[in-house]
């Protein structure tokens, strides 16, 4: 009689077992093993897991990355290196296996994330120290009082903790920028994956931009305005991006500054170079737009989460405690301001809007933003100054003729607005220093983040 292999009990076959742990298995980063097998998916949850475990770190003020110091890469295999032991090194032999063109960008062949590619940076890490800073508080408590006596920015006691190394500050914001807009239920998280440190290097893991400006986005048909065939070409030779992606564009920029502003965020180099488009759909408030709109951080950046304000610099003293803004106006027009003070009556509040020039205080008013991490002007100066660099753009033309136009052209003081568009039109180069060196000389309305946000999306 001829023998033939049976599975009498399906608990004991061995690829159920398998499937069985799989299904369940729950791996920390720390938990890895050169042996243990994952997919492309189980390594972007572990991301996940412990991007997480990393932000809880750093408001804990434990040491929040994995590491090992004694890497880097002992072992040479085919055209990379590999250590074993080191976590790092074990999760990029499994996201290169079959990437060996280059080392610095991986394709990903499978999973949800098949087809997009990512790319590994490394920087020299030094001492990441989280110290607390008691004189950036009291410079701050006297700074934001200065302020409040025309706006109230309702000012809470918070803890500095200056992050000394600006790399490190880049990877810490990011991540700590995508947990708010996990905990906000939102879709908006920038293209930070993950990071380690192995030797004496940081890795950052980035998904790389799919779509990266205006221009390439104008080019697709999906997006371009003349996908519209009623469009006049002869009129409007100059091709960009139709009504409904600038309509995109601008609700998911004033969607993700009022979140932001929650944690009084301060993005401190707000330009064209740091947003890019992905084109998958993206549902925010029961509205589906076409395309999402991700903002990424700087080294700069600065953020209050938990209790605790993070953020860069490796300037010790503050030297002048000026008020860091050279004037404020009041325009009484009849229309609602949306800048509420208790020290103002509520029929005042209701008529008046609130402007300020930055003017000749612009290196003060930069240095107490970007190197002081204190949250002057978060409700108006990022969000105008990412809009300014959309507005000037060639491809975003069309936004002239929207009556949506209308909010723009009101975040600006009416007597001033003829000059600051002719200036800003004018412009050879869509870059944070020429765009501040025309926005400073005009008065900026205080409350435009909330202004655009009521006007677009409530």
Known sequence: MEEVLTIKEISKSPLQTLTKNNDGKKINIRDLTYDLPLTTDDIFKLFQKNNKKIVENLINLEHPYVYDYS??????????YFNQ???????????????????????IFSGEKKGNKISLHSFNFFQDNYKRTEEINNVSEKVMKSINTVYNHFHEKINYFCIENNKVNYISQSLIYNQIMIREKLEFLNNCMWSYICGNKIYLIKEKNTI???SDLSSNPLFSIFHSPSRDIEKYKNNGVSKIIILTILKQLTMTFKIMSKYKFIHSRPEKDFYYFIPEPVTINKETYPLKLIIQCHDYCSVSYQDKRFFCSNIINFYNH??????????INGSDSFCNSSIFSEEYNSKRIIFYKIGKKSQLFLKVRNFYGIPICYQSFDFVMFLISLVIQSEFYYFREMKEYKYWKNLWKQSEYSSLEKELFSLDSNCFESVFNIVKKYHIRFDALEYFYQMLLV
């Open 322 to 331: 000026g008020i860091p803004i050279e004037s404020f106006d009041i325009d």
């Open 71 to 80: 890497c880097p890469y002992s072992v040479q295999n085919k055209r990379y």
């Open 85 to 107: 032991r080191c976590k790092g090194c074990q999760i990029l032999y499994r996201l290169r296996k079959g990437n060996s063109h280059d080392d610095t960008e991986i394709e």
């Open 212 to 214: 990266s400006s205006l």
